[in-house]
C-alpha cells in the first residue's frame, strides 16, 4: 500500500509569518552505502506560492515510496518545487574529506546547481526572482546580468534540514579547499534541522525524493559495468550479495576505500 502523502504546511507557514520568503528543503541519501556517491537534494520553494496550492499527491519521505511511486512523485517535485536539484560526492572524495565535509560539499553543489537552473529560468522569462542574493551581497536583482554571478540568497531565505545535525553549513576546513574549488565561496543561507523531517515536512519530502531518484539512477547504470555485486537492487548497500562480491572480486573504483568492507563488517561502519 502507498504511503499517504504529506499535507501538513505548518512549519513553512511558520516561517512565512517569521518574515521569510523563500524555503530551500535539503536531505541526504546514500550515507551508509558501502559504493557510490553521497547524494544530497535540495527543493527551493516560494513560500507564499507553497502555502497558496496543495501539496501534490505522493510526497513523503522517499524510503516510504516504492521505486514507481518516487519516479512519480519526482515529476511533481519538478513541476511543483520554484527550482530543485542534487549534488552529489565521489567516493575517493569521500574516502579524502569525511561524510561529514562530503555531505557538506554535495549539498554545496547541489545548491550551485539549483541556483544555475533559477537564474536560467528567471532570465528567460525575464526575472530571476527575490531569492538570488547579488554578488555584492544585497538582495535579489532583477536583471539577469547581476543575478546570473550571484552566489548565494538572500537572508530571507531559510533551509530545512533533515536529522539533528547541520552538516551542510559545517566550517570548512583547510585541506578541504582545493576539493570544493567554487563550491567554497557559496554564501549559505540560514539552516536549522528538523529531526524526521523527510517524513513530515513537505519541502524535506521533496528534497528525500529527487536525491534518491537521482542516485538510485547512477548505481542502476553503474551496474551495467559492475554486475556482480548487485547495485541494481541494493544500490550500493551492504547486502550479502554485495558483500560477497567484494570478497570474490575486491572492491571497485566505486568503493568507498575508508569503509571496512569486509563480509563481516557492518554497512554503517566508517561513518564520520
Same mark, same amino acid.
Given at each position: 500500500? %502507498?504511503?499517504?502523502?504529506?499535507?501538513?504546511?505548518?512549519?513553512?507557514?511558520?516561517?512565512?509569518?517569521?518574515? +521569510?520568503?523563500?524555503?530551500?528543503?535539503?536531505?541526504?541519501?546514500?550515507?551508509?552505502?558501502? #559504493?557510490?556517491?553521497?547524494? @544530497? /537534494?535540495?527543493? $527551493? +520553494?516560494?513560500?507564499? *506560492?507553497?502555502?497558496?496550492?496543495?501539496?501534490?499527491?505522493?510526497?513523503?519521505d522517499s524510503k516510504?515510496?516504492?521505486?514507481?511511486?518516487?519516479?512519480? %512523485?519526482?515529476?511533481?517535485?519538478?513541476?511543483?518545487?520554484?527550482? *530543485?536539484?542534487?549534488?552529489?560526492?565521489?567516493?575517493?572524495?569521500?574516502?579524502? @574529506? !569525511?561524510?561529514?565535509?562530503?555531505?557538506?560539499?554535495? /549539498?554545496?553543489?547541489?545548491?550551485? =546547481?539549483?541556483?544555475?537552473?533559477?537564474?536560467?529560468?528567471?532570465?528567460?522569462?525575464?526575472?530571476? &526572482?527575490?531569492? $538570488?542574493? &547579488? =554578488?555584492?551581497?544585497?538582495?535579489?536583482?532583477? !536583471?539577469?546580468?547581476?543575478?546570473? =554571478?550571484?552566489? /548565494? +540568497?538572500?537572508?530571507?531565505?531559510?533551509?530545512?534540514?533533515?536529522?539533528?545535525?547541520?552538516?551542510?553549513?559545517?566550517?570548512?576546513?583547510?585541506?578541504?579547499? /582545493?576539493?570544493?574549488?567554487?563550491? #567554497?565561496? $557559496?554564501?549559505?543561507?540560514?539552516?536549522?534541522?528538523?529531526v524526521k523531517g523527510?517524513?513530515?515536512?513537505?519541502?524535506?519530502?521533496?528534497?528525500?525524493?529527487? *536525491?534518491?531518484?537521482?542516485?538510485?539512477?547512477?548505481?542502476? #547504470?553503474?551496474?551495467?559495468?559492475?554486475?556482480?555485486?548487485?547495485?541494481?537492487?541494493?544500490?550500493?548497500?551492504?547486502? @550479502?550479495?554485495?558483500?560477497?562480491?567484494?570478497?570474490?572480486? &575486491?572492491?571497485?573504483?566505486?568503493?568507498?576505500?575508508? +569503509?571496512?568492507?569486509?563480509?563481516?563488517t557492518g554497512a554503517?561502519?566508517?561513518?564520520?
Amino acid at each position: 500500500m %502507498a504511503a499517504r502523502g504529506l499535507t501538513d504546511l505548518s512549519v513553512e507557514r511558520g516561517l512565512l509569518s517569521e518574515g +521569510f520568503d523563500f524555503v530551500i528543503g535539503v536531505d541526504e541519501v546514500g550515507r551508509g552505502a558501502l #559504493a557510490g556517491p553521497v547524494s @544530497v /537534494g535540495v527543493a $527551493l +520553494f516560494d513560500l507564499r *506560492a507553497l502555502i497558496a496550492a496543495e501539496v501534490p499527491a505522493g510526497i513523503h519521505d522517499s524510503k516510504q515510496l516504492s521505486a514507481q511511486s518516487r519516479q512519480e %512523485a519526482t515529476d511533481r517535485v519538478r513541476s511543483w518545487a520554484t527550482a *530543485a536539484a542534487v549534488g552529489s560526492t565521489t567516493p575517493a572524495e569521500l574516502d579524502e @574529506v !569525511g561524510m561529514t565535509m562530503a555531505l557538506n560539499l554535495a /549539498g554545496r553543489r547541489a545548491m550551485l =546547481s539549483m541556483l544555475g537552473e533559477w537564474v536560467g529560468a528567471g532570465s528567460a522569462a525575464g526575472s530571476t &526572482g527575490n531569492a $538570488l542574493a &547579488g =554578488s555584492d551581497g544585497s538582495g535579489g536583482s532583477e !536583471g539577469s546580468g547581476e543575478a546570473a =554571478s550571484a552566489r /548565494g +540568497f538572500t537572508e530571507r531565505t531559510m533551509v530545512l534540514l533533515d536529522g539533528r545535525h547541520d552538516w551542510l553549513s559545517a566550517p570548512l576546513t583547510l585541506d578541504t579547499l /582545493g576539493i570544493f574549488g567554487d563550491c #567554497a565561496d $557559496l554564501e549559505l543561507p540560514p539552516v536549522r534541522t528538523v529531526v524526521k523531517g523527510d517524513g513530515s515536512v513537505p519541502a524535506i519530502a521533496a528534497a528525500s525524493i529527487v *536525491a534518491k531518484v537521482a542516485r538510485d539512477e547512477t548505481m542502476i #547504470a553503474l551496474a551495467e559495468a559492475h554486475p556482480h555485486y548487485g547495485w541494481e537492487s541494493n544500490v550500493g548497500y551492504g547486502t @550479502v550479495k554485495h558483500r560477497q562480491g567484494i570478497t570474490e572480486l &575486491g572492491p571497485s573504483i566505486h568503493h568507498r576505500r575508508s +569503509f571496512r568492507l569486509s563480509v563481516d563488517t557492518g554497512a554503517k561502519e566508517g561513518l564520520s
